[in-house]
């Protein structure tokens, strides 16, 4: 049952970090009036889909990240010729479908020749329909149907081109944004759930209680506080807990705990560890800490984001500099270490999820192609150019980039395994 949990949060931590990533770049996208096509959590084929306003939500095999697909970003429509055979179906004086085959299964539609069809700008089409000539406005949210599919039309303006440099570029710096929000929101609760370090303690807290020793047998927890042991204080003093303890071997002890606002006595009988001296309990101590204030929570989230991207560069760093490929850890690496942290607690959890999702953010954000970064250095370019640069062009660099990224991805996943197998 354990192992089921872990699994469950492991796979739900990742489902947030890159929901959130995506959905950053979705949510602008729309308030920039940008078609967004799918909205896909995940590679490769599709689990689960359904749609829901223009945008199909989709979520795929392979949990290696995700994309909402935009309007004009990638070829997307089946072009339509002068001279090719159509059917389309007229509401209130609009064409509000094209259907490009099965057309003599199409009820209720008109048939012709198509003479001109404009599906970007003008949103028209004359059709030659037996002999006479027929023009009709095209609804700017027209589906056409081919093969079973329908696919929403992109006039210019609803396509991410057509968009002011400002707007583009907050369409794509939005998905890392969300992460950093999310680190920082993580970071806070974390803070909550941990507390802060208590300064000057005068009492020693329980921190991990080990499985079939005494203290778990007795029913002791993490958090709680060790008054006194056989009537004596121990305050801070652990090492004369642990030789107190270890003289004990055998021997009743009686031990006062303190849990909250409840003080109760609990008799524990140290025995001994294959290969240890001296009686033991079963515990190990924990650094005593209080609850965080409003305050001091966006404070220390704050410095958990400053010291964790300073940590982030420190990495990449190293990495330019002693290069090792048994340094990078891929998506299989990145659960093995997640689900151990998951064992550990979900306050523990919570801190790996808020430096992975800032992580995500910076990753992002570094002019790698294929990555956010990257279209930034381009939309930056055309902003002090005044002209986008050929748009052939950039997608060759994003789509070089984008392979090179998988091939490194097939290879880290390899050595990722190889070391799950060897131990």
Do not use: C
């Not at 705990?257 to 001296?278: K, S, Y």
């Amino acid at each position: 049952m354990e192992m089921v949990q872990v699994v469950f949060l492991t796979v739900l931590m990742f489902f947030v970090i890159v929901t959130v990533h995506e959905w950053g770049h979705f949510y602008f996208a729309k308030r920039a009036g940008i078609l967004v096509r799918e909205f896909a959590i995940g590679f490769g084929p599709k689990l689960f889909s359904y749609k829901r306003g223009e945008t199909q939500f989709t979520l795929r095999l392979l949990p290696f990240g995700g994309y909402a697909r935009m309007a004009g970003e990638d070829p997307e429509l089946v072009e339509i010729h002068p001279g090719q055979t159509v059917a389309v179906r007229v509401k209130d004086g609009e064409v509000k479908k094209i259907y490009l085959d099965q057309l003599d299964n199409r009820k209720n539609v008109i048939r012709g020749e198509v003479e001109f069809i404009d599906l970007t700008d003008s949103l028209k089409i004359r059709l030659n329909v037996d002999g006479e000539i027929q023009q009709y406005p095209i609804h700017p949210q027209t589906m056409l149907v081919a093969k079973s599919q329908e696919t929403q039309i992109a006039p210019r303006d609803r396509q991410f081109a057509s968009k002011t440099v400002g707007q583009r570029a907050m369409s794509i710096f939005a998905g890392p944004l969300m992460n950093f929000i999310l680190a920082f929101i993580l970071f806070g609760v974390h803070l909550q759930m941990a507390g802060i370090p208590v300064e000057n303690p005068t009492y020693i807290v329980i921190g991990d209680v080990s499985k079939g020793m005494p203290a778990d047998e007795a029913h002791l927890k993490k958090g709680d506080i060790v008054e006194t042991i056989d009537g004596v204080s121990i305050g801070t003093d652990y090492e004369k807990m642990i030789d107190m303890t270890a003289k004990s071997e055998g021997k009743p002890m009686k031990w006062t705990i303190r849990r909250g606002d409840e003080v109760f006595n609990v008799t524990l009988t140290p025995r001994a560890m294959e290969g240890q001296e001296g009686g033991k309990i079963g515990i190990t101590p924990a650094l005593p800490t209080r609850k965080a204030g409003i305050g001091e929570t966006f404070t220390g989230a704050g410095s958990a984001m400053v010291n964790g991207t300073k940590i982030i560069f420190q990495g990449f760093g190293k990495l330019i500099k002693q290069f090792n490929m048994n340094d990078i850890s891929g998506p299989v690496g990145t659960f093995e270490i997640t689900g151990q942290i998951a064992k550990q607690g979900i306050a523990q959890l919570t801190q790996w999820a808020a430096i992975l999702s800032l992580y995500l953010g910076i990753f992002n954000l570094l002019p790698i192609p294929a990555m956010d970064g990257s279209r930034l250095v381009f939309l930056g370019v055309e902003a002090v150019r005044g002209k986008p640069i050929d748009p052939s062009r950039e997608g060759m660099v994003h789509f070089v980039g984008f392979a090179m990224l998988f091939l490194l991805m097939i290879v880290v996943t390899y050595n990722d395994i190889l070391r799950l197998i060897n131990g």
